[in-house]
């Protein structure tokens, strides 16, 4: 989805794992599509290339055709060599320099004692998918990022539609295939109603008949004309508007952003209920500084004015007045990033939670009726919001000063026209993506002067993700069915002759394995007083997790049920979207007087992900990530420990990182902690704090104190899973067996499968980005940060003390 939001959210999810903060209909009022819990769509781009099957194809698709072109080749050469390794004699030199000797050297040392060799097609593919990552000329006690990305990034250029390019770009690609495939099967074979939506859905995005083309600016002027008019369209009468009305019909009514995010949600000091939650939002661009920092930022700034005013006369604006209203929009949007609290100031979840009446809202954040607001809301599932009714606020400081900010906007006529030029200018440019080309195309310098990449995927592949945000369970049981009963891609073919319970089944064992090393890593802690100590192995053993998918979803009538309210007709794609805000909002307002389900997902199936939800002590792991590089049944388990093991070593560590902590073994916040420990906890975290704010990329340092959790959990999941596998391969010595053609120890592969999911290439505008926005480190550092802080990692590779990989002072937490 090519919007701002889309692409920050793609940037920060698709090439990297996250604890979760939302259930799966759970997620903040302000966004076109809130279905699903996943983030959404406003501006989005799709273009239609000519027919030629080779152009056509991406560049990864043609990369990934000669590759099995290789790979098939590759095959033949290992069996001719085997034929003649009777004839071969080698001798192994175990230095440096010959451990990176040429292929054919590798090949035969391997095959002198091939008896414990691997040399069926998948150990093929692997070890091929890994010569064509290393780069050999790098000393990985230098940079261990280099040595197992170097050929990768080399060889991998970032497609001309993204801003990054990562292995989870390609798992999700993959993926995306296998979607595609599923929905485009005739309506009449597909088995719930539900999916029959989805498919309908699809279509309608696809849009064969061009009828968004035809419509133009049509549906979202009518929706205007709905909302009282705006003055750029020229459609507005300033003394009969009211900022209340207006609040309510564009953020309740359309579900849009506005001053605020609000949302229903588990309420973190009672976990098992729900609550009412109200938090700063507002902010078009991604971050504060692009509207602070106006030195660094004048070519962005002006290149959103442009996008803005390009928007407003599309739907019929006079050029001239519409920029200086926009000129305006964007004071107003700056003035609100000066009161808007930075990210890293708000990691101590017990600090900002603020519980308090309605009564009391109103009378800190007296801009609007607070009671009117949630009635107005909740009267669509008629229920009666009191003065008394308890609500949770994250920001009060930011909702005082925006009392002010709006006051003083709302005492003049000129102040007016702008709040009212702010309010639907986030519904504007949240919904221009379900319209014409030209609406999409005017997005185009903004998104290139923010991720370095004008985008324009082809439209499958955007309808493919744009269907999963709006009915991604549904896609979710096309996509099982497809994994496990259908021909779904050479990655899954392990799959293939299993059920998903029988694929899933070594993933829980690794899961099981981690969180028992976990355990007896905490026997070690010398910062942790005894009652602690119990109390944090209580809550380790306490952690449920989900694997692949929620089972309700092969359930078709349970799966009906799901999306029964939810309308979806071909020829309606910008109302199908309309009707999908409504339906996601109306489930969302159902929830606030019912028990909290702890096993509802986050993420859809097909998704490359995963996560930690804090208030339910949970980590989950949907299907589309259990695929190799990171998991495979067939694949050895140094690299399947490597890979899905520290990623479930990462899940689990959130439990405990700067923010997880807080919260008991029940998922509620509260502190369980003996002083001393918080104090000297946070003494040890500062270690990372440090050693992260020392990294950079183009002058742009990372910022240790945003990415503290995300670095606790990185480091954290690594040492446990490599703890884990250690333990296995105690038990299981026999069962693991050499690839083809790599020189590499069991423990040196797991490394090398740590490091390689990691492989990635950014623009600079996007790395830029990340670095100001992100709570994650960029990949590089997110592989050899933790490496430099892992004693078993220099031994395993033989780094001398005070090499770059091996530094004499080591952080450590967990």
Not at 570 to 580: L, M
Not at 591 to 611: G, R
Not at 612 to 633: C, E, H, M, S, W
Not at 674 to 702: L, M, P, W
């Given at each position: 989805?090519?919007?701002i939001?889309?692409?920050?959210?793609?940037?920060?999810?698709?090439?990297?794992y996250?604890?979760?903060?939302?259930?799966?209909?759970t997620?903040?009022?302000?966004?076109?599509?809130?279905?699903?819990?996943?983030?959404?769509?406003a501006?989005?781009?799709?273009?239609?290339?000519?027919?030629s099957?080779?152009?056509?194809?991406?560049?990864?698709?043609k990369?990934l055709?000669?590759?099995?072109c290789?790979?098939?080749?590759?095959?033949?050469?290992?069996?001719?060599?085997?034929?003649?390794?009777?004839?071969?004699?080698?001798?192994?030199?175990?230095?440096?320099?010959v451990?990176?000797?040429?292929?054919?050297t590798?090949?035969?040392?391997?095959?002198?004692?091939?008896?414990?060799?691997?040399?069926?097609?998948?150990?093929?593919?692997?070890?091929?998918?890994?010569?064509a990552?290393?780069d050999?000329?790098?000393?990985?006690?230098?940079?261990?990022?280099?040595?197992?990305?170097?050929?990768w990034?080399?060889?991998n250029?970032?497609?001309?539609?993204?801003a990054?390019?990562s292995?989870f770009?390609?798992?999700?690609?993959?993926?995306?295939?296998?979607?595609?495939?599923?929905?485009?099967?005739?309506?009449t074979?597909?088995?719930?109603?539900?999916?029959?939506?989805?498919?309908?859905y699809?279509?309608?995005?696809?849009?064969a008949?061009?009828?968004?083309?035809?419509?133009g600016?049509k549906?979202?002027?009518?929706?205007?004309d709905?909302?009282?008019?705006?003055?750029?369209?020229?459609?507005?009468?300033?003394?009969?508007?009211r900022?209340?009305?207006?609040?309510?019909?564009?953020?309740?009514d359309?579900?849009?952003?506005?001053?605020?995010?609000?949302?229903?949600?588990?309420?973190d000091?009672?976990?098992?209920?729900?609550?009412?939650?109200?938090?700063?939002?507002?902010l078009?661009?991604?971050?504060?500084?692009?509207?602070?920092?106006?030195?660094?930022n004048?070519?962005?700034?002006?290149?959103?004015?442009?996008?803005?005013?390009?928007?407003?006369?599309?739907?019929?604006?006079d050029?001239?007045?519409?920029?200086?209203?926009?000129?305006?929009?964007?004071?107003?949007?700056?003035?609100?990033?000066?009161?808007?609290?930075?990210?890293?100031?708000?990691r101590?979840?017990?600090?900002?939670?603020?519980?308090?009446?309605?009564?009391?809202?109103?009378?800190?954040?007296?801009?609007?009726?607070?009671h009117?607001?949630?009635?107005?809301?909740?009267?669509?599932?008629?229920?009666?919001?009191?003065?008394?009714?308890?609500?949770?606020v994250y920001?009060?400081?930011?909702?005082?000063?925006?009392?002010?900010?709006?006051?003083?906007?709302?005492?003049?006529?000129?102040?007016?026209?702008v709040?009212n030029?702010?309010?639907?200018?986030?519904?504007?440019?949240?919904?221009?993506?379900?319209?014409?080309?030209?609406?999409?195309?005017?997005?185009?310098?903004l998104?290139?002067?923010?991720?370095?990449?004008?985008g324009?995927?082809?439209?499958?592949?955007?309808?493919?993700s744009?269907t999963?945000?709006?009915?991604?369970?549904?896609?979710?049981?096309?996509?099982?069915?497809?994994?496990?009963?259908g021909?779904?891609?050479?990655?899954?073919?392990?799959?293939?002759?299993?059920?998903?319970?029988?694929?899933?089944?070594?993933?829980?064992d690794m899961?099981?394995?981690?969180?028992q090393?976990?355990?007896?890593?905490?026997?070690?802690?010398?910062?942790?007083d005894?009652?602690?100590?119990?109390?944090?192995?209580?809550k380790?053993?306490?952690?449920?997790?989900?694997?692949?998918?929620?089972?309700?979803?092969?359930?078709?009538?349970?799966?009906?049920?799901k999306?029964?309210?939810?309308?979806?007709?071909?020829?309606?794609?910008?109302?199908?979207?309309?009707?999908?805000?409504?339906?996601?909002?109306?489930?969302?307002?159902?929830?606030?007087?019912?028990?909290?389900?702890k096993?509802?997902?986050?993420?859809?199936?097909?998704?490359?992900?995963?996560?930690?939800?804090?208030?339910?002590?949970?980590?989950?792991?949907?299907?589309?990530?259990?695929?190799?590089?990171?998991?495979?049944?067939?694949q050895?388990q140094?690299?399947?420990?490597?890979?899905?093991?520290?990623?479930?070593?990462?899940?689990?560590?959130?439990a405990?990182d700067?923010?997880?902590?807080?919260?008991?073994?029940?998922?509620?916040?509260h502190?369980?902690?003996?002083?001393?420990t918080?104090?000297?906890?946070?003494?040890q975290?500062?270690?990372?704090?440090?050693?992260?704010?020392?990294?950079?990329?183009?002058?742009?340092?990372?910022?240790?104190?945003?990415?503290?959790?995300?670095?606790?959990?990185?480091?954290?999941?690594?040492?446990?899973?490599?703890?884990?596998?250690?333990?296995?391969?105690?038990?299981?010595?026999?069962?693991?067996h050499?690839?083809?053609?790599?020189n590499?120890?069991?423990?040196q592969?797991?490394?090398i499968g740590?490091?390689?999911?990691?492989?990635?290439?950014?623009?600079?505008?996007?790395?830029?980005?990340?670095?100001?926005?992100?709570?994650?480190?960029?990949a590089?550092?997110?592989?050899?940060g933790?490496?430099?802080?892992?004693?078993?990692?220099s031994?395993?590779?033989n780094?001398?003390?005070?090499?770059?990989?091996?530094?004499?002072?080591?952080?450590?937490?967990?």
């Amino acid at each position: 989805m090519d919007s701002i939001t889309d692409n920050i959210r793609m940037l920060m999810t698709k090439s990297k794992y996250k604890h979760a903060e939302l259930d799966e209909d759970t997620t903040s009022m302000g966004s076109a599509h809130i279905t699903e819990g996943i983030s959404t769509s406003a501006t989005h781009i799709h273009y239609y290339p000519s027919t030629s099957f080779w152009k056509l194809r991406s560049l990864l698709e043609k990369c990934l055709i000669i590759l099995n072109c290789i790979l098939l080749f590759l095959v033949f050469l290992f069996g001719c060599l085997l034929g003649s390794s009777e004839k071969v004699t080698t001798t192994v030199n175990t230095s440096y320099d010959v451990m990176h000797a040429d292929l054919k050297t590798q090949i035969f040392n391997n095959l002198a004692d091939h008896s414990s060799l691997c040399l069926d097609e998948k150990c093929v593919r692997t070890a091929a998918t890994i010569l064509a990552s290393v780069d050999t000329r790098v000393d990985p006690c230098e940079d261990f990022y280099q040595f197992t990305c170097g050929s990768w990034i080399k060889h991998n250029p970032i497609p001309d539609a993204k801003a990054s390019w990562s292995m989870f770009n390609i798992l999700d690609l993959q993926n995306n295939f296998i979607v595609k495939n599923a929905l485009e099967k005739p309506i009449t074979s597909m088995k719930s109603k539900a999916e029959q939506k989805a498919k309908t859905y699809y279509m309608s995005c696809m849009d064969a008949n061009e009828t968004i083309e035809g419509l133009g600016a049509k549906p979202l002027l009518e929706l205007l004309d709905k909302v009282g008019g705006w003055s750029i369209s020229g459609k507005f009468n300033i003394s009969s508007w009211r900022l209340q009305r207006t609040v309510e019909t564009l953020m309740i009514d359309y579900s849009m952003m506005g001053f605020f995010s609000w949302y229903v949600s588990e309420d973190d000091r009672n976990s098992s209920r729900y609550t009412i939650v109200v938090d700063q939002s507002g902010l078009t661009l991604p971050t504060r500084d692009n509207y602070l920092n106006k030195t660094a930022n004048e070519k962005l700034l002006s290149t959103y004015l442009d996008y803005m005013t390009k928007i407003g006369v599309l739907i019929g604006g006079d050029e001239k007045s519409t920029k200086e209203h926009m000129r305006h929009v964007i004071q107003f949007e700056t003035e609100l990033a000066n009161i808007t609290e930075k990210d890293e100031d708000r990691r101590d979840e017990e600090h900002i939670y603020n519980r308090m009446t309605v009564a009391e809202l109103e009378t800190l954040a007296p801009f609007i009726s607070w009671h009117s607001f949630f009635n107005q809301a909740f009267r669509k599932v008629q229920r009666k919001i009191t003065p008394q009714e308890n609500v949770v606020v994250y920001a009060p400081n930011y909702l005082k000063q925006l009392t002010l900010l709006v006051n003083e906007y709302n005492s003049t006529t000129d102040g007016k026209i702008v709040l009212n030029n702010y309010l639907v200018w986030q519904t504007v440019k949240a919904l221009t993506g379900y319209l014409s080309k030209a609406f999409r195309d005017a997005y185009k310098g903004l998104r290139k002067a923010l991720f370095g990449s004008e985008g324009g995927e082809e439209p499958w592949k955007f309808c493919v993700s744009d269907t999963n945000s709006v009915l991604g369970f549904a896609l979710g049981a096309m996509y099982v069915r497809e994994v496990f009963n259908g021909n779904s891609k050479p990655m899954y073919q392990s799959a293939l002759l299993l059920t998903s319970k029988q694929y899933y089944a070594q993933a829980e064992d690794m899961i099981n394995n981690i969180r028992q090393a976990f355990k007896t890593n905490l026997l070690s802690l010398k910062w942790m007083d005894k009652e602690t100590f119990k109390l944090a192995e209580n809550k380790a053993d306490a952690i449920t997790d989900m694997i692949g998918f929620p089972n309700y979803i092969m359930d078709t009538k349970k799966l009906d049920e799901k999306y029964e309210d939810l309308e979806v007709r071909e020829n309606e794609y910008f109302q199908n979207n309309i009707r999908a805000s409504w339906h996601s909002l109306k489930v969302l307002l159902k929830k606030l007087d019912q028990p909290v389900n702890k096993t509802k997902w986050s993420m859809t199936p097909p998704t490359v992900n995963a996560y930690y939800t804090p208030t339910k002590n949970q980590i989950v792991f949907p299907a589309g990530i259990l695929q190799a590089p990171f998991y495979d049944i067939k694949q050895q388990q140094a690299l399947n420990y490597g890979g899905m093991g520290v990623v479930m070593g990462h899940e689990l560590t959130h439990a405990f990182d700067d923010q997880g902590r807080e919260y008991d073994k029940n998922g509620n916040l509260h502190q369980w902690w003996n002083n001393d420990t918080i104090a000297r906890f946070k003494e040890q975290a500062e270690c990372f704090v440090h050693q992260y704010n020392n990294y950079s990329i183009n002058g742009i340092s990372v910022n240790g104190k945003r990415t503290l959790g995300e670095n606790i959990a990185d480091n954290g999941g690594l040492k446990a899973a490599f703890h884990a596998y250690l333990q296995w391969s105690k038990q299981n010595a026999k069962k693991e067996h050499h690839l083809p053609a790599l020189n590499y120890t069991h423990k040196q592969l797991f490394f090398i499968g740590f490091g390689q999911v990691w492989c990635s290439t950014t623009t600079e505008e996007a790395t830029k980005l990340l670095l100001e926005k992100d709570a994650h480190s960029p990949a590089n550092f997110r592989v050899v940060g933790p490496l430099m802080n892992l004693p078993e990692f220099s031994e395993v590779w033989n780094c001398p003390l005070g090499s770059k990989m091996n530094p004499v002072n080591k952080c450590e937490v967990w």
